[in-house]
Nanobody
Framework: QVQLVESGGGLVQAGGSLRLSCAAS??????????MGWFRQAPGKEREFVVS????????YYSDSVKGRFTVSRDNAKNTVYLQMNSLKPEDTAVYYC???????????????????WGQGTQVTVSS
């Protein structure tokens, strides 16, 4: 079993920045995690893909809605993935979830069904 814990959410004004973190832990299986992803879910809406990153960090894929504003990175020594969010907009308001995929592959993995483990989520609120 893998546990994911997000942190870094909060309230920020439009145009501001936040950095989310997702720490992964779990006996043995942590090292098999390949892709990791960030999703978000606003009230009354479906969970939406934000970005994914391969285990090496060499492959990333962003949704069009965040491309150029958000940057994903990872520190494998710390089993942690980061999401730097700049130029935030009110429409970025949502609960942000970290997800991990426990199998290898070469896709972009943009749907929730492609991930095996999920964090509890962290609220991001952007005021206008």
């Amino acid at each position: 079993q893998v546990q994911l814990v997000e942190s870094g959410g909060g309230l920020v004004q439009a145009g501001g920045s936040l950095r989310l973190s997702c720490a992964a832990s779990g006996r043995g299986r942590t090292f098999r995690i390949c892709h990791m992803g960030w999703f978000r879910q606003a009230p009354g809406k479906e969970r939406e893909f934000v970005v994914s990153i391969s285990w090496s960090g060499s492959s990333t894929y962003y949704s069009d809605s965040v491309k150029g504003r958000f940057t994903v990175s990872r520190d494998n020594a710390k089993n942690t993935v980061y999401l730097q969010m700049n130029s935030l907009k009110p429409e970025d308001t949502a609960v942000y979830y970290c997800a991990a995929r426990d199998t290898s592959g070469t896709g972009y993995y943009t749907t929730p069904q492609e991930y095996d483990y999920w964090g509890q989520g962290t609220q991001v609120t952007v005021s206008s």
